[in-house]
């Protein structure tokens, strides 16, 4: 099968978006299927080899964050010479209400288009002011997918459809065979030692950072050899700044790491925690940390509640309770008996989520769009779009 597949956020900042859109990309090349991705990159960005640039992106405020996206006439060009020259059997977009190149995508398609949601953002005053497009590109979209309950909840009650929910996948292999960083995790013992990690933008307030900060801040003067270490995008000053000067030096700061990097970041700690405020449909980090048999604590949000089955998996606490998560903490650092039960719990949970099932469950919608569309090609005239724009 020949599969066109669109990224509309730019290859240039890794986010959840790029990294599900390359691992799904391998895993569908690795059960045999031709697959080209499009997405926005600067021209001189490395790219894997079945990557096409669409040119540099523009920062866009997007869900809580900021997204850099692709959008207008040039844009428009390459989108619609990447289909032609791809003669696709199914195109895959994702996101494709952001306005970027997925939304280019659906417009310019002239055959079975299945999209991608990944949010369950409900409310947007970019989108309430679209609504006329909006309207065509749903339109024109043969199958939706969405990678969480909420994510299809907002199809079913904002977007006028369902959605098959399939999510998020994880490359297990990739993580559980990693190695720890050098020194790491180091030693962890009752009332003392031990090491919890966290992964993200340290400032993007849903992250939720402050309340680990209070939380180990809290923790660390009566438990000695405790560490936290941090990976992710931001300025190392500013992060030690956050802490007490006697803490400082328990707080290592890796920087933004490359993806090849994390199964080790992950594989280092004792304990990860998400302590994440909202604003996630699914929760990736929770499958990545349990495929690298780490065990996770994290935000009693729905999303990670239903990653982690319900707590089964890994250790809830009430969102943005900083005395709680110093007590789940406590608990599991002087209980490796309880983080061996979580860290079975989650091997078993972690394997729904192995891209080769995942990739096979999209392969199924694929196929269903393919046989609704019954290789009918769309005029592009009907779609509105001029030849040339």
């Excluded at 180990?216 to 050899?225: I, K, M, Q």
């Excluded at 940390?289 to 009693?300: F, I, Q, R």
């Excluded at 990653?307 to 490796?336: H, I, Q």
Aim: glycine content about 10%; some cysteine; aromatic content about 6%.
């Amino acid at each position: 099968m020949r599969i066109g597949i669109v990224c509309p956020y730019s290859f240039d900042v890794p986010g959840g978006v790029q990294n599900h859109v390359v691992d799904l990309a391998e895993a569908l090349i690795g059960l045999g299927h031709e697959v080209s991705v499009l997405a926005p990159a600067d021209d001189d960005a490395p790219l894997p080899p079945y990557v096409v640039s669409a040119g540099r992106a523009v920062p866009l405020p997007y869900n809580g964050s900021v997204a850099r996206i692709a959008f207008g006439p040039v844009s428009t060009a390459r989108v619609r010479r990447w289909i032609n020259r791809g003669e696709f059997d199914v195109l895959h977009v994702h996101e494709p209400l952001t306005l970027s190149l997925s939304m280019l995508a659906v417009l310019c398609a002239r055959g079975p288009v299945v999209a991608t949601f990944h949010t369950a953002m409900t409310r947007s005053r970019v989108l309430a002011a679209a609504q006329g497009v909006l309207r065509i590109v749903l339109e024109r979209i043969t199958a939706r997918i969405a990678v969480s309950a909420l994510a299809r909840k907002v199809q079913v009650e904002h977007m006028d459809g369902g959605a098959v929910e399939i999510p998020n996948g994880v490359t297990v292999a990739r993580f559980a065979g990693a190695r720890p960083l050098p020194a790491w995790p180091g030693e962890c013992g009752p009332g003392q030692g031990g090491t919890v990690g966290f992964l993200g933008r340290f400032t993007e307030p849903r992250k939720g950072f402050p309340i680990l900060r209070d939380a180990f801040v809290a923790l660390a003067p009566h438990r000695p050899g405790l560490r936290l270490l941090v990976a992710g995008p931001g300025d190392r000053d500013d992060l030690y700044a956050r802490f007490p000067a006697e803490l400082r030096e328990r707080v290592t700061f890796l920087g933004l790491i490359p993806e090849v990097e994390k199964p080790r970041m992950l594989r280092s700690v004792h304990l990860y925690v998400a302590p994440n405020t909202g604003g996630e449909s699914f929760g990736m980090i929770l499958t990545e940390a349990l495929a690298a048999g780490t065990t996770v604590v994290a935000s009693d949000l729905d999303a990670f509640r239903r990653v982690l089955d319900g707590g089964r998996a890994g250790r809830l606490f009430p969102t943005g309770d900083a005395v709680a998560l110093r007590a789940a903490l406590t608990e599991l650092l002087d209980d490796p008996a309880r983080r061996a039960e979580l860290t079975a719990c989650g091997d078993q949970v972690v394997a729904h989520f192995d891209w080769p099932v995942v990739a096979r469950r999209v392969l199924e919608v694929y196929a269903a769009a393919i046989e609704a569309t019954d290789g009918r090609v769309i005029d592009q005239e009907w779609a509105g779009l001029p030849e040339r724009m």
